[in-house]
């Protein structure tokens, strides 16, 4: 998951602070871990790549100072473009989770196309499983059942990745109908 397409996602939606964004990965806690230390970095290569501000500061008694900030319009430029950019280039199905919480931000029959590129490159690499003779005679004998263990293990990887992504496809393309 990117926590910084997450953190640009929760700020295209309002101003908040740090403590604010951990809040909201709560629901996430069994998929995605972030401790305090990478929330705070990630706000701050945002802040100085100009896509995040600060909008106030907040000093109460006996209390750390409370930053809270808002997104900038490069900051929702990129949003866009990290979104369109997670779904083109993904080698695991969990890098895309943040993206899912904010589809609403890009277009979807841009992002539908994207969609279909990625179950396209992941059609071709299930081709190529299957077309592979696990008993290929480069495979040493003792190796070839741990190989084909191997093969199927990608295929069934990939084949559930495809099913998943058909799923996000529809709910794209549905959206993309609404409009």
């Known amino acids: 998951m990117s926590l910084q397409i997450f953190i640009l996602g929760m700020l295209s939606e309002g101003e908040h602070h740090p403590y604010d964004i951990k809040k909201n990965l709560k629901p996430l ?16 290569v945002l802040l100085k790549k100009g896509l995040i501000k600060k909008l106030k500061v907040v ?40 993206s899912l919480l904010f589809l609403d931000k890009v277009d979807p029959h841009k992002l539908a ?15 190529l499983i299957e077309e592979t003779d696990p008993e290929l005679t480069i495979i040493p004998v003792e190796r070839r059942e741990a190989v084909s263990l191997i093969m199927d ?16 496809l529809t709910t794209v393309r549905e959206r993309a109908g609404a409009e």
Do not use: C
């Open 153 to 168: 293990h990608a295929n069934q990887t990939y084949q559930k990745d495809i099913n998943w992504l058909h799923k996000v």
């Open 113 to 127: 196309y994207v969609i279909e590129e990625a179950i396209e490159k992941l059609n071709k690499k299930v081709s």
């Open 29 to 44: 806690d069994n998929t995605v871990s972030i401790n305090d230390g990478t929330l705070y970095y990630n706000f701050e």
């Open 59 to 98: 000093q109460s008694d006996n209390r750390p100072e409370k930053t809270t900030y808002g997104i900038t319009d490069k900051g929702r430029i990129m949003l866009e473009e990290e979104i369109y950019d997670v779904f083109k280039n993904f080698s695991d199905i969990r890098s895309l989770y943040s």
